[in-house]
């Protein structure tokens, strides 16, 4: 029997009915009946129940009723979450048709806080009160030299008897007395506003220019994307502080949002935004707990954080009125996230900037050509700051040709790179050599069969760590004790590592210069913020001679006394398995350049020596004559050539199932189903480069298309009419940068 009599819905009153979007994996929302009694509105958080849960969406739609078939009621509505903005709304709807994503899936990028949508949790503080103290002892005497003004301060009775040394008897006699007062507030608390007042440093002129553009965009409160196109150390990060305290003085509630890859989110650079506006910004990343990501959350979404600093996902965060956005590092390629939700922050945040009407910065040394192309054609206001201020000049640049000017057996120092380092050493300054290759060696094969070390339930080759003793798959994160017997014929001892990894190269350094501290940078070794602080403090202070490091270390940070880089291996990027990757080069001159550019950043000059086999090639000249503008012009006439982006479009579909046959079978299935369409080109499928991961057998599909194609589109309604098992894995990932 239906919950509701026939008539009601032939008869029966109008009715109020929300569309309610879901934050699961659904591609549209849901109509639900609304209780007289309950007032919705566009954007109101809300339960609902799904099937026999209670689930959290947002009020996408609302219209009168009746419904034509029985409708549940919405649950809740969660009065203390802000109401999500339209731009908020506009901007899922807009990322999720453009990554081919599901509306649901795009929202439970916004809601990465439940917690959040519920009453801040409260907690009872204590601070001094208006009574005199009846009787002072030592001991209440230590209270009340510490005790806070008020309860703002966010101290417990436990805390302050423990700051105190004392008892927390001491601490509630005093209450009982009057001397301290108690009140009951949120734990969550408001983030320091900044003040846009508080000088920087005097501007070079053409920092000013730059700054001033940058200003006039803020204020014109219409989407301006803009490119900051900066040597490194240029000031691009000063630049642009005077654009967030335009934003700042210019609207009492403008929010910013500064976004930085992962990795370059340092005390560092905390400090920089707290030197700058007189408070710490609120934070966003990965590794926030719980208690942190609720109070981002809550003070972002009632507009009272100001600056947001962030990895990608805080363009999720929900910001009330977003009006400058900073994509620092711009080309930066952990800006795409390649699972779960497949997107790319940088295009994203321009979709954002401009469905909000707002200022988008993207900033970097070595633009990725996506942008420049777009700088290049007006669609970019394109700011260039081409020196570097005061006395610091941009490192020379050395090659180390490896043909001529081979390491010794075994080594892979060049003679000029090794007595670089000497003179360095001598000379009282810090050295980095760069090496992009965690642990000790890439690779581990028997002596006895030659047999490679693979992971057990993925194609990739184990790298072994010495540090630790393990062998570990760097892409699934698997690990296993080395084993003393090579697991394929048994022999003893017969297993060794072939090539460099950070580890190795600092047994290297270690043996050349005795006495030098030598210290290894690298995800191993700064696992987390503290270990990470230690390092780059280490390095600040001058206890470090020569640092080896992996990406970590090539991206963002000012070591005065840093004068000589070293990339060791600076083909790494170039060599095989990555031949279908567009951005092969692109990535490699960009790298270099960032690696190199922490040379010399204050007064002291430095040089970079770049140790290469393939002297000839586009990327590693255009770095030698210090012509990126050269280099990415002849890149982007290979990709106009080859009608890559951002000439046309590029997808890439990867099918994966739980055997070789399954896989096969699933890719021929789709293919089959392709939808005709004249400029479009389809390529494969194919096992994937990766062709089994975590146990599951992958095929790779590249789709390209001419330009005016709406490739997403085009995919969305491709996967929509091909039916496969419910075990097959579809991941479409539109504008891709993984290859593998
Ligand atoms: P970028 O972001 O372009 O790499 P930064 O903004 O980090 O460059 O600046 C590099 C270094 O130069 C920093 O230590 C910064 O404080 C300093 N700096 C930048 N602009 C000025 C200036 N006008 N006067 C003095 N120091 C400056």
């Known amino acids: 029997m239906s919950l509701f009599p026939e008539t009601e819905f032939q008869l029966g009153p ?61 649950e809740e509505v969660l009065e203390a979450a802000p109401l999500m903005p339209k731009v908020t709304r506009d901007f ?155 934003a700042l003085r210019s609207d009492p509630t403008a929010q910013i949002l500064v976004l930085l890859p992962e990795i370059a989110l340092t005390q560092a650079v905390r400090e920089r935004f707290e030197n700058r506006f007189g408070a710490a910004p609120a934070e966003w990343h990965s590794n926030a707990t719980q208690k942190e990501r609720r109070r981002v959350w809550r003070e972002v979404g009632a507009g009272r954080a100001r600056i947001v600093v962030g990895a990608r996902s805080a363009l999720f965060l929900p910001f009330q009125n977003l009006r400058l956005i900073i994509v620092d590092e711009e080309h930066d390629g952990s800006y795409k996230q390649d699972e779960g939700a497949v997107y790319q922050g940088r295009d994203l945040s321009v979709m954002r900037a401009h469905l909000g009407s707002a200022t988008v910065v993207l900033a970097s040394a070595t633009p990725s050509l996506e942008t420049l192309a777009n700088a290049y054609q007006g669609r970019y206001q394109h700011i260039k700051l081409l020196a570097r201020p005061g006395a610091a000049v941009l490192p020379e640049i050395l090659l180390a040709d490896m043909k001529e000017n081979p390491p010794e057996k075994d080594c892979w120092l060049s003679p000029l ?146 004068t000589l880089v070293g990339a060791v291996d600076a083909d790494s990027g170039l060599k095989g398995g990555q031949g279908s990757d567009l951005r092969a080069g692109e990535r490699t001159f960009q790298l270099l350049s960032q690696v190199s550019g922490r040379a010399g950043r204050a007064s002291k000059p430095g040089r970079a020596i770049i140790q290469t086999y393939s002297a000839e090639s586009p990327s590693i000249q255009a770095l030698l004559a210090n012509d990126r503008d050269w280099f990415m012009e002849l890149e982007m006439q290979s990709r106009e050539d080859l009608g890559f982006p951002p000439y046309g479009r590029l997808a890439a579909v990867v099918l994966s199932a739980e055997n070789s046959l399954a896989a096969d079978d699933a890719a021929a299935t789709f293919v089959r189903g392709a939808p005709n369409v004249d400029g479009v080109d389809i390529w494969g499928p194919a096992p994937a480069p990766i062709a089994v ?33 419910s075990s097959v894995r579809v991941s479409l990932d539109i504008e891709p940068y993984s290859f593998m």
């Open 14 to 74: 109008e009715y109020q009915i929300a569309s309610v979007l879901i934050s699961m994996p659904l591609p549209e929302a849901f109509d639900y009946r609304v209780h007289e009694d309950m007032k919705v509105e566009l954007g109101s958080f809300v339960t609902v129940p799904l099937g026999p849960r209670s689930v959290t969406g947002v009020v996408w739609g609302i219209k009168k009723g009746p419904a034509k078939r029985p409708l549940k009621y919405v």
């Open 92 to 246: 899922v709807e807009r990322a999720a048709k453009y990554t081919c994503t599901p509306m649901g899936s795009m929202l439970a990028m916004c809601l990465r806080s439940k917690e959040a949508l519920q009453p801040s949790p409260t907690e009872t503080y204590v601070y001094r009160g208006e009574g005199d103290v009846p009787r002072m002892t030592p001991a209440r005497q230590k209270v009340l030299d510490i005790a806070p003004e008020n309860a703002d301060a966010g101290i417990t009775s436990a805390e302050l008897a423990r700051r105190s040394d004392v008892s927390t008897g001491v601490v509630k006699g005093l209450v009982d007395c009057g001397v301290l007062e108690l009140q009951e507030a949120p734990i969550d608390k408001p983030f320091g506003q900044p003040n846009s007042e508080l000088k920087g440093f005097d501007l070079t002129a053409e920092q000013q220019a730059g700054a001033d553009a940058l200003c006039e965009a803020v204020r014109s409160k219409e989407f301006k994307p803009i490119l900051l196109d900066g040597v490194t150390g240029s000031g691009k990060t000063e630049v642009y502080f005077e654009a967030i305290a335009e």
């Open 417 to 562: 790179l090794v007595d670089a380092l000497e003179q360095n050493l001598d000379a009282g300054e810090q050295s980095l050599l760069y090496l992009n290759r965690r642990g000790y060696a890439p690779l581990v094969i028997c002596k006895g069969c030659g047999e490679r070390l693979k992971a057990p339930d993925t194609e990739s080759w184990l790298t072994e760590h010495r540090y630790t003793g393990m062998l570990v798959c760097h892409l699934t994160g698997f690990s296993m004790k080395k084993p003393v017997n090579c697991p394929h014929c048994g022999a003893a001892d017969s297993l060794m590592g072939v090539g460099p990894g950070v580890e190795r190269l600092a047994e290297e350094v270690r043996g050349l210069f005795q006495g030098a501290r030598v210290e290894v940078f690298s995800s191993d070794t700064a696992r987390n913020p503290e270990e990470l602080n230690g390092i780059i403090s280490r390095m600040e202070q001058g206890d470090v001679d020569i640092l080896i490091g992996t990406q970590i270390a090539a991206k963002g940070h000012n070591f005065p006394n840093l």
């Open 693 to 725: 991961l975590r146990g599951r057998h992958r095929r790779r599909l590249l789709i390209r298309s001419n330009r005016n194609i709406d490739l997403s589109a085009y995919l969305s309604s491709w996967r929509e009419r091909i039916k496969l098992s």
